[in-house]
């Protein structure tokens, strides 16, 4: 499973990794037991039968889309006080028996590109790996990945309208472009869709030196960044029970 895993974080697929946590007889699951979880719902390992299974699956597909992670009970009784942090469903099937599962939501970073080899664009590349982005290098014959949250241009004059138009006809959620207020203006105005580019790229913070213009860029993209919704029963409300075969 574990080079399943490193191939799906290769791939930039987002995953629940379920892992048994504690079983509590008749259950099938045993401790230990795991099962990942993709986004069209198929599962592959075992953390238990049928009922287990179902259950496992509907809270992981919502933790896909919350990108939160949540400890599961799949119990015959559901009753009682509710527990902080722990979603609690009933378990239908006639062979009862409670089993605590993990839920982990590994959720691939945001993807940022970044077209140019000059000293914003590698500063655009350190600093946005130390905040937690998968940043790519690109040339300016690479097309934008499907799944870029942001394209960075800093060419400097090369290919930038080329790369530009790629990224608007790709519906990339962030655009910008590195350039003085009067370039960039010029660079964007014919092209169709230009408004959405960023231009000059980043929050007016004063910055100077190319460290401080990556962290404006950076800054800025995460400011418009969408809220990801937070779901019942995935972090926002943990005490709700629910029924796992409704």
């Keep these: 499973m574990i080079d399943k895993t490193e191939r799906l974080r290769g791939e930039r697929t987002p995953y629940v990794l379920a ?3 504690r079983a509590e007889r008749p259950t099938s699951a045993k401790t230990g037991d795991r099962a990942l979880v993709l986004p069209d719902g198929t599962m592959e390992g075992f953390v238990g039968g049928h009922c ?3 259950a496992v699956r509907d809270q992981a597909l919502r933790l896909l889309e919350s990108g939160e ?6 119990t015959p009784d559901a009753g009682g006080d509710p527990l902080d942090g722990l979603v609690t469903v009933t378990n239908p099937c006639l062979s ?37 982005f998968d940043v ?5 014959a690479d097309p934008p990945p499907p ?16 790369v530009l138009k790629a990224a608007l006809d790709a519906g990339v959620p962030y655009i910008g472009l590195i350039a003085s207020r009067k370039r960039g203006t010029a660079v964007v105005s014919g092209l169709d869709g230009g408004d959405r580019v960023r231009t000059p790229a980043g929050l007016d913070i004063g910055a100077r030196t190319a460290p401080e213009i990556a962290l404006s860029v950076l800054a800025e993209i995460l400011s418009l960044r969408p809220a990801r919704p937070r779901r019942t029963g995935t972090g926002a409300e943990p005490d709700v029970h629910h029924h796992c075969c409704d």
Excluded: C, M, N
């Design 52 to 54: 287990a299974e179902s």
């Design 96 to 132: 009862g028996g409670t089993v605590d599962v993990f839920l982990e939501a590994v959720i691939p970073p945001a993807l940022l590109s970044v077209y140019g080899d000059g000293p914003v664009a590698r500063a655009l590349a350190d600093v946005g790996r130390a905040a937690g």
């Design 69 to 74: 992670s949540t400890l599961l009970r799949i």
């Design 136 to 140: 790519r290098p690109s040339a300016a």
């Design 147 to 162: 799944d870029a949250a942001a394209v960075v241009v800093a060419t400097h004059g090369r290919d930038e309208e080329a």
């Design 19 to 21: 892992t048994v946590v």
